[in-house]
């Protein structure tokens, strides 16, 4: 299937060689570009691609504002950020913005196209070196408690429980939807009501809920076989 992307970033000479590099990829189709994070709303709700590529620098609203709204629209695509910073600010504000996949800009043309077809595929990667601090960060954390009470999780249907749980362990939405023999949209829009429900604002956010709450369990196996994903559901690339 072929993935719909769009590139937002404030530089042409970027965008430009973005869009000529994944035009060049047979199953990536590039719908347009732009430098304005307002613009970028509008091509969104035109266009509707799966993906969005964008850095964090844009005019009008930031990157990080665009992630923030996107994350608001009932079928939102998933987001890529290619940006030069990789601070630990900059980290921890883009994956609560909700975006999926996080690279910096000294990223090989590989990795930016696995970090695409990842975000399609409903899953989470991040740089190498990123994903290295956040696991010592995990690492250094104390043992999980007791799980904490959340009225909210008795509000979600038996199917939108379903579907939380095999996405906080480490489910894609394309493998949720085959399992469930449903359709991809399907299972964004249970996603979205979810976390509608519960107040959270990613899948990140999610996959912690799910584990605080006792709906999955660490150590929990997968559904293909795989041990679960930890409370981050994060991946290295």
């Known amino acids: 299937m072929t993935i719909r992307v769009l590139i937002c970033d404030q ?53 990080l504002e665009l992630i923030r709204r996107l994350g608001q629209e009932e079928d939102s695509p998933n987001v890529v950020v290619f940006t030069a910073s990789q601070s630990d600010k900059t980290v921890s504000d883009v994956l609560h913005a909700g975006a999926s996949c996080l690279l910096g800009k000294a990223a090989s043309p590989q990795e930016l196209i696995a970090a695409i077809q990842a975000a399609a595929a409903g899953q989470t990667l991040l740089a190498p070196s990123i994903a290295e601090r956040l696991v010592s960060w995990f690492r250094a954390q104390p043992e999980p408690q007791e799980p904490v009470a959340c009225p909210e999780v008795t509000e979600l249907t038996p199917r939108e429980r379903e579907v939380t749980r095999m996405v906080a362990l480490g489910m894609s939405t394309e493998e949720v939807a085959s399992e469930l023999i449903i359709g991809e949209a399907t299972v964004r829009t249970h996603l979205y009501r979810v976390r509608t429900k519960l107040g959270v604002r990613d899948r990140a956010e999610l996959v912690s809920l799910a584990y605080r709450t006792g709906l999955i369990h660490s150590g929990e196996q997968s559904f293909g076989g795989e041990p679960a994903l930890s409370p981050g559901g994060l991946r290295a690339s």
């Open 11 to 63: 530089l042409p000479v970027i965008a430009d060689g973005l869009k000529t590099l994944l035009d060049a990829m047979p199953e990536i189709d590039v719908i347009g570009t732009t430098h304005n994070g307002m613009e970028a709303m509008v091509l969104v709700r035109t266009t509707r691609p799966d993906v969005v590529v964008t850095d964090l620098e844009l005019q009008t609203i930031s990157g």
